[in-house]
Structure formats: structure tokens, C-alpha cells
């Protein structure tokens, strides 16, 4: 017989004793256990002892932690942790210097137990280790292990960071900018600086005051890539917590400092490879630098600012050489209005209309002044390429730009904070100095060259920016290391072959369990199960016939069954043969109202079918077999002609009272429905009118109708 759940078997160890094995009962006070283990060792004031794991992190068992003790766990008796905080505490305090480098050691272990942690704290103990490093006398591993104990007491946040004083902040900021420093001793300063600028919005003040940003880049030039890792992390505090109007200024800054390359090149380029926690940090500096966008994102852009409208004449100047303008007013308003419109705009007369919503705002003007001055040839190429062809299979720039800007600001979160724990970043985005812009640029080219390989017409402008958007995040998903990179990337994932990975992916079983497909199917299972409801209620109110069993299960007649329209009442009645057709409510007699129904049992649980003999004799009618049960203590049994209509009417009367339609008709309705919902979709993606090419699919209908041969 198994011991009962409130029982633990485990081993207590105790240095030079032998082990006690006990059954620990959990619902006895832990103090009891405790005094009844030290007499098991004569050991006195039972008080002064606590319980702890042998193994691991060796953490104190408290009340409220005990639960998670299972069987077959070593403990191990110990004194309690007030009195060992107690003895640290004056230990550290000594002359001795080894005594106190064993204390600080101890110390530096200990600290990580919250129950440890709280004792410590209430006998003032933080505030001795910060007297001791603002006194500068303790060095190497002595200083190491009282940095270690102070971040892992702190992190248990019971005391306030705000409580820290300036002249530790100082001393600790001195060891960060010191040009020849222990490795240890920097890295826990480095990770004690971060914490006060992500914990306290006064202590970031004061930490930006005392640490330059250039010597926290040179601790990313070191081979130590857990200096480059709390080096970084510093980094991304400071810039998380600083206020926008020095967010700028101090991207300028890194900039000039030449953070990106460094990192390139003795990072992500090093000779190691990166952890899990260096991705993390690069991944946070990624997603803060794209951050940097956001004002401008929603940023609407004022038709009534001219220097705002002169930039887009300055893309108007630039694809068509406006030195050639006309002196007339109206002639001039003319032209522009054509210009506008091969340049793609959707308001040809005012395109700084194209610019208020937000977002992507002025982002997206911004991003096609970058394109048209810097790769000019490029530029030109695409408006001039676009407004030579004919009108219904021009790409049109200007919109095209707007929605790819938005499209990008989406893909790579810009205006979000950073994920906890997520580790995707870049390296490409590391590689230059504008590389949003860049990546723009590159990313338009795509969307030109996608809009000519699909024969696209205005009418297929969100279906290729769908297609656009798969091509841009499967090539993001291959972590090109460059922009070089990504273009060949892109270039291997042209239209033709989307299509071919979009067949191949719904040809693949396993695939349909990638999360875009189980998202869709997530989103389409509602839309179906209701639509397989509505088809078993119509089914019901259609009606069925029955054979009707007598006492010895002979067939003696039939009778019919229907639900009434408005699904409020079940009619049924007898008939003398099987009916051809509808049979009309009123030639059944009999009925029972929906709220009165309790329930429905299948099978062996129908009272129809308790007799053993009928289980033995007629496997099949038990498995057509269900009932209604109703109010008084009443019964409707059925027994259906076949498995379909056992299925639509065990699953009608679930939807009628609202529960699960659970039969395997059902199971495969649903899937059947889903994968056709499904296909239909991802076809539609691919329809765009190519001349000469089979009619395109409809249009996803918005129901089904579907019936099935009753015969």
C-alpha cells in the first residue's frame, strides 16, 4: 500500500553522524521535526537549527517552501539562518584577514537563499558590505566575494536600490573605468551598475554622471565575452531608462564611438561563439537602436509645412529633372499632379496626404528621400521602369513605399520594448551604419521585382505585399550576416519559389503544425464548428425516421422525429410505414420542450439497452443506440438507422444544449472544412491575373453548403 501524499521519505545528514532516514510528515510544524531529529543526535536547543538541501543550491526549508520536498531527497541538519547570518555578520567584522575572507566567501554563497537573505538584511548587513567597499581597502578575492554577496542580497529585492549612497556608487563606478581591473571585480560592478539604472530612475542619473560611455565600449575590445556581455547589458540600461530627448543624443554618441563596428568585429565576428545571454543583449540593442524610429513613425506628416512638402518635391525633382518646369501656374499644378501620379501616390494632387497616418508617418518619406539620394540610379530605375509600363500592371512607388515601411516596422517590433529571454537578433543589422535604410532599400527592390514576376495589377497590391512579407521573413529566419547576404537570400525566394514552398509546406503533414498555420487554423475553428452546428440543427429540423423496437427487440413500426424551427421543442410521433419526404409537425403528436431535456446518453448507458442480452447479442444497435433524457425522470430512446445519422443527431442535440459535438463525423467535418477554408486562402494569395492563365480562384465564400446523400 502506497504511503499516504502528507508522508516524505528522506535522509537527514549531519557532519560525523550517521544519516537518519525518517518519514517526514507534512502536515506536522516543521519545528517538530526539527527538535525530534536533534534528539536523534542528542543535539540541544533545537531552536538554533534549520533544515537544508544537501544537494544544489542547498537552500533553507521554510514552511512554505516544504511542499517540494519529494521522496528520496537528502537534507542536511544545519544552524539556523538567523544564527549563521548572525556569525557572518561579526565574522566580517573581525581583524583577521583570513577569517574575514572565509566569512565574505561563505557569505557570497549564502546570500543567494532568500530565507538567509531576509535574516541577514534585518541585522543591517547590507549596509556593512557597502561601508567596506567605500572604504577602498579590500582588493581581489576579498573585494570580489563582498561585491558578489551585496548584488545577490539586493536582487532579492527586500531592500530599496534608492538607499544606496553616492560615494558607493562612485567607488563602484571607479572600478568600471579603471583601465586594468581583476575580472571578477568587473564584472559584478558592471552587473551591480546595470541593476541601480534598471531598479532606480535617481540612481540612473547619477550612474550616466559617473560612467563614459567610451570606457564601457573599450570593455567590449577584451576576449572575455562575460565582460563584453555585462559590458553591453550596461549599455542597454542606460539606454532603455534614459529620457527621449537624450535617447538621440546618446545613439549620436555611440555612434561616434563607433559602438556597431566594434561590436561586429570582436563580437558577433570574435572567435566565439555567442551564448544565449550575449544574443539576448545584442537582440535588446537591436530592438532599443530600431526604437529610435518610432517618433518619426507616428509623426503625421502637416500639409501645410513646406519644408515637409518640399521634400517631396525634391523626389519629383529627382526622378524627373524639374529644371524643365513650366512658367505657368496651371500648367505647373498640372504637371505635378501627373508627376505625382508615376511617382505612385494615391492623392495625385497633394501627396502629403499619403503621409498622416501613422503608422508608418514621416518613417516612410524619410525612407524614400534615403533611396532616392543615396542610391539614386535605383531610384529612378523603379519610377521610370513603373510609369513607362502600362497603367493596370504599374507598381505604384510611392504607396508601395508607405505600406512597406509599416510592413517593416511590424516585422522588426519597432516602438515595442525587448522581449524577456528572447535572443533574435541580426547580425546583419550590426554591418552598417544606416542599416534601417539600407534594409529598406534592399527591401523595396524586392517588392518591384515580387510585382513583375506576379504580373500584379493595382487589384493585387495586399496580396503582394503578402507575398513580399513571406519573403522577407523567411529570409530573416536564415540570419544573413550581411545586407549582401540578404540580397541573395531574396533573390533564391522569388515568387515562383514561395509557391513552391507554400505547396510543398501543405503537402507536408508536419509542417501544417508550424505556428502561422496552427494560428490560422486557430482562427478559422470557430467560424467552422459553428457552421457544422448550424448544418446538424437544420439536419434536426429536417427530421429523421426510426424503427421503433418492441420488448423483444423485434421491429415492430417506425416513428419520426424533428426539431421545431425556432429549436425550441422536440415533435415526435408514430407512422405505420417509412414516410417519403417531410413529415409535417402536425402528424406528430407527440413533443418535448429543449428545456427540458437533462441530457443525452450513447450506447451501453441508454436505458433501452441495460439488458445483457441485447450487449451480447447485437454489437451494432448499442452503437447506434442514444437517449433523451428529460424531465420527470423521463426517456426518449433512439436507435439510429446508421453511424451518419446516429452522428448528426448526437451531435445536434449537444449543440441544442449547448455542449461539445464530440463524434467522429464531426472530428472530420471539422478537418475537411478547415483544410478547404485553409487552401482557399493560400490560393487566393497566389491568384493574381497573369494574361493568358486559367480564371482566378473566387473569393473565400463567407459560408459553406454542404450536404450529404442520405441514401
Known sequence: MPPPADIVKVAIEWPGANAQLIEMDQKR??????????????????????LRYADGPQLYITEQSRGEIKNGTILRLAISPARAARQLLERIQSHGIDARLEALKELAKLSADPTFAAEFINMEGIGTLARLVESGTHFGEMLAFTLTAFLELMDHGIVSWDLISLSFIKQIAGYVNQPMVDVSILQRSLAILESMVLNSHSLYHRVAQEITVGQLIGHLQVSNQEIQTYAIALINALFLKAPEDRRQEMASTLAQKHLRS??????????????????????????????????????????????????????????????????????????????????????????????????????????????????????????????????KHECPFGRCAIELTRMLCEILQVGELPNEGCNDYHPMFFTHDRAWEEFFCVCIQLLNKTWKEMRATAEDFNKVMQVVREQITRALAMKPASLDQLKNKLRGLNYSEILRLRQSERMSQDDFQSPPIIELRERIQPEILELIKQQRLNRLCDGSCFRKLGNRRRQEKFW????????????????????????????LSDKIPVSDIKSVV??????????????????????????????????????????????????????????????????????????????????????????????????????????????
Open 602 to 711: 450513447t450506447g451501453k448507458d441508454c436505458p433501452h439497452m441495460k439488458e445483457k442480452s441485447a450487449l451480447k447479442q447485437n454489437k451494432e444497435v448499442l452503437e447506434l443506440a442514444f437517449s433523451v433524457l428529460y424531465d420527470p425522470d423521463e426517456t426518449l430512446n433512439f436507435v439510429a438507422p446508421n453511424k451518419y445519422e446516429y452522428c448528426i443527431w448526437t451531435d445536434g442535440l449537444c449543440a441544442l444544449l449547448g455542449r461539445e459535438m464530440g463524434s467522429d463525423l464531426t472530428r472530420s467535418d471539422l478537418d475537411t472544412l478547415i483544410s478547404m477554408e485553409m487552401k482557399l486562402r493560400l490560393l487566393d494569395l497566389e491568384n493574381i491575373t497573369i494574361p493568358e492563365a486559367p480564371p482566378p480562384v473566387p473569393k473565400e465564400p463567407s459560408s459553406y453548403n454542404f450536404t450529404y446523400n442520405y441514401s
Open 560 to 587: 419520426f422525429c424533428r426539431l421545431s424551427l425556432n429549436h425550441k421543442v422536440l415533435h415526435y410521433g408514430d407512422l405505420d410505414e417509412s414516410p417519403q419526404g417531410e413529415v409535417p409537425f402536425e402528424l
Open 262 to 391: 566594434i561590436i561586429l568585429n570582436h563580437v558577433i565576428r570574435g572567435n566565439r561563439p555567442i551564448k544565449a545571454e550575449m544574443a539576448h543583449q545584442l537582440y535588446v540593442l537591436q530592438v532599443l537602436t530600431f526604437n529610435l524610429l518610432e517618433e518619426r513613425m507616428m509623426t503625421k506628416m502637416d500639409p501645410n509645412d513646406q519644408a515637409q512638402r518640399d521634400i517631396i518635391f525634391e523626389l519629383r525633382r529627382i526622378a524627373f529633372d524639374g529644371e524643365n518646369d513650366p512658367t505657368g501656374t496651371e500648367k505647373r499644378k498640372a504637371m505635378y499632379t501627373k508627376d505625382y501620379k508615376m511617382l505612385g501616390f494615391t492623392n495625385h494632387v497633394n501627396p502629403a496626404m499619403d503621409f498622416t497616418q501613422t503608422p508608418p508617418g514621416m518613417l516612410a518619406l524619410d525612407n524614400m528621400l534615403y533611396l532616392a539620394k543615396v542610391h539614386q540610379d535605383t531610384y529612378i530605375r523603379i519610377v521610370l521602369e513603373n510609369s513607362s509600363r502600362e497603367d
Open 29 to 50: 510544524p516543521l519545528s517538530s521535526i526539527i527538535r525530534e531529529v536533534c534528539d536523534g543526535w542528542s543535539l540541544s536547543g533545537s531552536e538554533q537549527f534549520a
